[in-house]
């Protein structure tokens, strides 16, 4: 799995937000990547996720935080049948 330094380092990540450039697919999965990996530390997470949310989020960058999360997610091994039957909480249903 590649990581923020196969594009130039956090400088050219954040550097590349700052001027206003979308990054590509590859950068934002390699990126969030890294920081899932337990590689990066609170300054440049908070730094990449202002960068982005100042920015506006291109769909390509979006995509790759998509496949980032999919790449680090845990499988999980369910019987047959098995189904998810649990909300989200945001209908902000109340029980009768």
Request: proline share 5%; aromatic share 4%; charged share 20%.
């Amino acid at each position: 799995m590649s990581n923020v330094e196969t594009h130039g380092g956090w400088p050219a990540v954040l550097g590349a937000l700052i001027a206003g450039d979308d990054l590509t697919r590859d950068v934002a999965r390699d990126t969030l990547s890294t920081v899932l990996n337990g590689d990066a530390s609170d300054a440049q997470i908070a730094a990449f996720i202002f960068g982005l949310h100042q920015k506006g989020e291109s769909i390509d960058e979006i995509s790759g935080l998509v496949d980032a999360m999919l790449d680090n997610a845990a499988p999980l091994q369910l019987p047959d049948g098995a189904i998810d039957i649990v909300g989200t909480g945001g209908g902000r249903a109340l029980p009768p």
